[in-house]
């Protein structure tokens, strides 16, 4: 995520380059995961809570769903250049919460429907936004919208950097990644080969697509900003789009595209980072004790995230008063102290402390 928001930009080319791609699209899409990983946790695992407990964890998720909306139009406000993902976040939270009881395979169905499906009812969606006034009509009687000076729903569900229709994906599959017994080696490479299969079939499947409908790679490229579209499965080099969005845009994987090659390409790599990381905290117990100051991170990784934000905004990312290589490692570095620092004496960092507290009223769910 900091290298995405802060780090030198790809086009440096070499070893280097390749690395920062790699984490264009696909952080905020592990992010997205874990989030459903972490839903799950909050309503039981590996069995979903049920009466008394089930309704008060319901409404500890409704709780941070809206704690998340607010805070995430509240740092959208500060203007900075990054796309806050917190309020997409909190009402994709609210929309796949009634999915927690779910069977594993009833969820990952519905996962793949959400992936297959998705997308293309985004796709028409954002033609009918562009090609009428309804959106507008909406956001004038949208109170959120009012509120926030943004397009409220119309752009948490459909115009916005990570739109609930195609982010829903992520948090349903990180629902059921947290169902399965990932003690266990056999469930562990089975993990490891569908998120291998998955990125395969979402970037090799929008590679081979690209070049065997006609026009496809000079339709992108004509609609975008662009130096080419040679990179539109896998990269974002190939631009942002300029010009409405041509049916060709659904076979591209670039990060951030919303197509159903970019969820499952996106969904792999998530999958596979999970899997490598499980096995080492399970295999290599000296590596993860070195890994504690990232462990940490993680602990408070709302903190981490809103504090980053905001040091953006008092810093700055237009002109670089430090190499854009330098400010990365800085902001890694000062993360990963200051969550170290503070893990060892509290449990929770400042802001989860604040989310814990919030949902302390669901005690009296009864």
């Known amino acids: 995520m900091y290298a995405a928001h802060v780090g030198p930009d790809p086009s440096v080319g070499g070893p280097l380059g390749f690395v920062l791609e790699l984490a264009r699209g696909r952080s905020s899409a592990?992010?997205?995961?874990?989030?459903?990983?972490?839903?799950?946790?909050?309503t039981g695992r590996p069995h979903p809570r049920t009466g008394r407990a089930g309704r008060q964890a319901v409404g500890r998720i409704l709780i941070r769903s809206v704690v998340l909306v607010v805070l995430g139009f509240a740092l959208t406000a500060l203007d900075t250049d990054v796309d806050v993902i917190l309020a997409f976040y909190g009402l994709t939270f609210l929309v796949v919460l009634p999915l927690y009881r779910l069977r594993v395979r009833t969820l990952a169905a519905v996962g793949a429907a959400c992936a297959l499906v998705m997308p293309q009812l985004l796709h028409v969606v954002r033609q009918s936004i562009d090609n009428g006034d309804w959106a507008d009509t909406v956001v004038r009687w949208d109170p959120l919208?009012?509120?926030?000076?943004?397009?409220?729903?119309?752009?948490?569900?459909?115009?916005?950097?990570?739109?609930?229709?195609?982010?829903?994906?992520?948090?349903?599959?990180?629902?059921?990644?947290?169902?399965?017994?990932?003690?266990?080696?056999?469930?562990?490479?089975?993990?490891?080969?569908?998120?291998?299969?998955?990125?395969?079939?979402?970037?090799?499947?929008?590679?081979?697509?690209?070049?065997?409908?006609?026009?496809?790679?000079?339709?992108?490229?004509?609609?975008?900003?662009?130096?080419?579209?040679?990179?539109?499965?896998?990269?974002?080099?190939v631009g942002y789009l300029t010009d409405g969005t041509p049916a060709a845009w659904l076979l591209v994987a670039a990060p951030h595209s919303q197509t159903t090659f970019s969820?499952?390409?996106?969904?792999?790599?998530?999958?596979?980072?999970?899997?490598?990381?499980?096995?080492?905290?399970?295999?290599?117990?000296?590596?993860?004790?070195?890994?504690?100051?990232?462990?940490?991170?993680?602990?408070?990784?709302?903190?981490?995230?809103?504090?980053?934000?905001?040091?953006?905004?008092?810093?700055?990312m237009e002109d670089e008063t430090v190499p854009a290589l330098v400010a990365l490692l800085a902001f890694i570095a000062t993360a990963m102290l200051l969550a170290a620092a503070w893990t060892r004496r509290f449990r929770r960092g400042p802001l989860e402390y604040l989310l814990h507290a919030t949902t302390g009223v669901t005690r009296h769910i009864k």
Do not use: Q
């Not at 592990?30 to 909050?42: N, Q, Y």
């Not at 499980?278 to 000296?286: E, I």
């Open 30 to 42: 592990l992010f997205a995961l874990l989030a459903g990983f972490s839903l799950v946790l909050i």
């Open 145 to 237: 919208a009012r509120i926030s000076d943004t397009d409220g729903l119309v752009e948490l569900l459909f115009t916005g950097e990570y739109p609930v229709l195609t982010w829903m994906p992520f948090m349903i599959v990180g629902m059921v990644v947290a169902r399965l017994d990932l003690g266990r080696v056999k469930v562990r490479a089975r993990l490891a080969l569908a998120g291998g299969g998955s990125a395969v079939l979402g970037y090799g499947g929008s590679w081979l697509a690209l070049r065997l409908v006609p026009h496809a790679h000079a339709t992108v490229a004509a609609a975008t900003d662009g130096d080419s579209a040679a990179s539109a499965w896998w990269s974002d080099t």
């Open 263 to 316: 969820i499952l390409g996106n969904t792999g790599v998530a999958l596979l980072v999970v899997a490598a990381c499980v096995a080492v905290t399970a295999r290599m117990p000296r590596v993860t004790r070195l890994a504690t100051p990232v462990a940490a991170v993680g602990m408070i990784s709302l903190t981490a995230y809103v504090l980053h934000i905001l040091a953006i905004y008092v810093v700055g």
